[in-house]
């Protein structure tokens, strides 16, 4: 009998889509796939760790697996094992701490397992030594309704708040040729919603002619990253909802510079404008964070006053 194996996913749609993957490898390989509130053999929890919180969240759950089968074998992925895993090694409530570059090796990890390794075993590989985007594809996207389509990953900003560069390494882009070939293959699987995160007017116009796509929404992007070339194919795009996320991160330009924002408040609102005025009915998402260290109360209302200018339709605050 093939064994059974379950996976949390916690963070951002680009950590649900490496699970979407990792489970079509998993199946490919014979296990046997069973929602984390039942038992299983094998327990692999897909981390975040853009928080303290996140990296607690994640060992709660390795210990609430532990509690629910003391024999099971317990993975920990993701951003909290790749950027965490010296910390991880004296974590009792782990058998295998896998980092992200290697994330589609856990079969095969598995695979070569005898017994429990005593002590958390590291698999971990320099994130920045990574040049391209693996192109494995996926034909169903589990438990959701809508699918995110990740053809980009990493980040070359290092934002001072920011650990992404350090958990999954430089930007890597898939092709427009491997984006397209996905795309159809998820279409054709009667997948109609997709959410591919890219900021390239050249690839959505590629999406409208080369495939059959209903409806195409984008995820976040940044705003120094929104030129008039991709919001004039968007308008024109019978397929795009409108929606955009733009991170602010703050509404005061000496924090933006701390932070090693590429744009000033200026650049941002002229962009928010562009946008409700090519856009009828838009959703604008936006971030900002409350607090950056050394913000004075006097900096922190000048970011509030100009957030009560902007027409958002929903914001996410970070204390």
């Known amino acids: 009998?093939?064994?059974?194996?379950?996976?949390?996913?916690?963070?951002?749609?680009?950590?649900?889509?490496?699970?979407?993957?990792?489970?079509?490898?998993l199946k490919k390989d014979d296990y046997q796939i069973v929602s984390d509130q039942e038992a299983a053999d094998v327990y692999i929890v897909n981390s975040c760790t853009v928080t303290a919180k996140a990296d607690q969240e994640a060992r709660h759950l390795l210990r609430r697996f532990q509690k629910k089968n003391?024999?099971?074998?317990?993975?920990?992925?993701?951003?909290?094992a790749q950027t965490h895993a010296e910390e991880l090694s004296k974590f009792s409530s782990v058998h295998y701490v896998v980092g992200n570059t290697l994330k589609t090796k856990i079969s095969e990890i598995l695979k070569e397992q005898k017994t429990k390794p005593k002590i958390p075993e590291l698999h971990i590989q320099n994130a920045f030594?990574?040049?391209?985007?693996?192109?494995?594809?996926?034909?169903?996207?589990?438990?959701?309704?809508?699918?995110f389509l990740k053809i980009q990953d990493g980040c070359d900003d290092f934002c001072t708040f920011c650990i992404i560069p350090y958990a999954r390494g430089k930007s890597r882009s898939l092709t427009p040729e491997a984006v397209i070939s996905q795309m159809n293959l998820l279409v054709q699987k009667e997948t109609q919603d997709l959410?591919?995160?890219?900021?390239l007017a050249e690839l959505i116009?590629?999406?409208?002619?080369?495939?059959?796509?209903?409806?195409?929404?984008?995820?976040?992007?940044?705003p120094e990253d929104v030129n008039d070339e991709l919001l004039s194919v968007l308008k024109n795009s019978e397929k795009f909802?409108?929606?955009?996320?733009?991170?602010?991160q703050s509404g005061e330009d000496f924090i933006?510079?701390?932070?090693?924002?590429?744009?000033?408040?200026?650049?941002?609102?002229?962009?928010?404008?562009?946008i409700t005025r090519d856009f009828k009915d838009v959703f604008i998402g936006t971030d900002v964070i409350c607090g950056f260290p050394g913000e004075t109360e006097e900096q922190a209302q000048a970011s509030f006053h100009f957030l009560e200018n902007l027409p958002w339709s929903k914001l996410h605050v970070f204390p």
């Open 241 to 248: 909802c409108p929606h955009f996320h733009l991170p602010l």
């Open 1 to 25: 009998m093939s064994k059974k194996i379950a996976i949390a996913t916690l963070g951002c749609k680009v950590n649900q889509y490496d699970s979407a993957q990792l489970t079509e490898i």
């Open 129 to 147: 030594q990574v040049p391209e985007l693996p192109q494995i594809e996926i034909e169903s996207f589990p438990d959701h309704t809508r699918v």
């Open 205 to 222: 116009s590629k999406i409208e002619k080369e495939t059959s796509l209903l409806r195409l929404r984008i995820s976040s992007l940044e």
């Open 70 to 80: 003391p024999n099971a074998t317990l993975v920990l992925t993701g951003c909290y």
């Open 256 to 274: 933006l510079k701390k932070m090693q924002r590429n744009y000033t408040t200026h650049y941002y609102e002229n962009l928010i404008s562009k």
């Open 195 to 199: 959410s591919p995160k890219t900021n």
